[in-house]
RNA sequence: CGGGGUGUAGCGCAGCUUGGUUUAGCGCGCCUGCUUUGGGAGCAGGAGGUCGGCGGUUCGAAUCCGCCCACCCCGACCA
């Protein structure tokens, strides 16, 4: 991508609203901007952030032989009457009417509505266990929105629910969560400390938050970016999910429900990650690998040689941002700093000449010089390290 | 919802106390031209505002009064 036509908004100061790093870099560095309070637009750089983060969560829960699927945001109020969740205060829930004066809950989570799936599809214990994961948008009616991502009216979530045959089973498949949490929340960048927790609103009995320490944060001065629970039969009891064992009787299944608050974690990942002067992605989570920052564009060698190194980049499947904007160089590495991409190649106007540039590591500052037909290699390991450091 | 605070150009602010030389300013950003080009450049010119909204007081309101709205922070609650 070209910076030039690219929509990456950086502001030099950040609006008095943010109050928090993370806040106010994402608003710098052109992630998102506010429509109302706690509710956010999603900005281009910031959506490729997201997806980064979801492929990494898909991976790991694909991994534990979780599927993903796609549940409505839209529900009926009776499925949730008949889980006595109706009108719970703790899930905060914003309802919408139809023309006809029907009420549906704009959905915070969907224990409800995947138990009457599984409880519709599954019969035997030979379908069993069963783990069903989405990554959508929820919703809450927050009493207080604030700090950006952090807490929302309207936000991303990955949950899953999980269907076992008995309670040993469940176990296992909490400690299977419990593990690929850990593992997505480390190649997110992201130091995290797993802590019991109250099941809350959810009920059931065991739970678990993974926190990411944090001198902000709400509790334990952490960001509680995902959260556990085991559920036990209470939602497969209240909206009927049973299935035949071996003997032919009827049972109820066991359940657990997982959910990680993934922009949520785009604001942890930020906070954990940033110096006074900006971002430093993690390589895993980075919108763009690399940067290429030609310091004068108007010079026809560091351009040509910007192009070139732009173009042999994309050829190796690197996503790589030029910039390519007629503005100064200081502008430039300032913005660079700012937004944060983990591999930075600088061309300037006198190495170039001699076909030299350099490679600067943005968490590091750490830089080389090479020249330009040693780029590629030497680009490519500095990639593989910056992986292994994230 | 309780407490505190703020609304003046895209962003950051001054002006309000004591109403009238304010045709409402300043910095940044934006547009045009010239110069400049390794850490947020310089000069010149320019665009951009129902002073959050409604009502009231007054000869006259950004400024005084009332109501409303929006936003931020603390608390209770949550991924």
Redesign the pocket.
Known sequence: MRWSKAFIP???????????TS?KLML?AGLIR?L????YTYLPFCLRVIKKVGDIIRDEMNKKGAEELLMPILQPTELWEKSGRLNS????MLTAKDRTGREFVLS??HEEVITDLVGREIKSYRDLPKNFYQIQT?F?D????????????????KDSYSFDVDEESAGKTYAMMESAYRSIFSRCGLNIQVVK??P???GGGMSH??IALADIG??ENG?????I?SLGTKYSKSIGATFLDKNGVEKLCVMGCF??????TISAIIEQNHDE??IMWPLSVSPYQVLILP?????SV?RGLAEKVYNQLQERKVEVLLDDR?????????????IGVPV?I???????ASGA??I?ERRTGR?VTVRADELIPNLMSTLQEENHES
């Open positions: 950086t502001i030099k100061e950040a609006p008095v609203e943010a109050e928090i806040h710098r506010r109302s309070s706690g509710l205060k703790e899930l905060a915070p989570t929820k809450r927050e009493l207080r929105p604030r700090s950006g991502l952090m807490r929302a009216k309207e936000f991303i979530m927790a109250d809350g609103a959810m938050e993974f709400e509790e960001i509680e970016v995902g959260q629970f959910g990680i608050g993934v922009t949520r002067y900006g310091v004068n564009i108007s010079d560091s007629d503005v100064r160089g200081g502008v430039k590495f300032k913005d660079a700093d700012l930075r600088t061309v300037g106007s006198e190495k170039a540039l350099e600067r830089e």
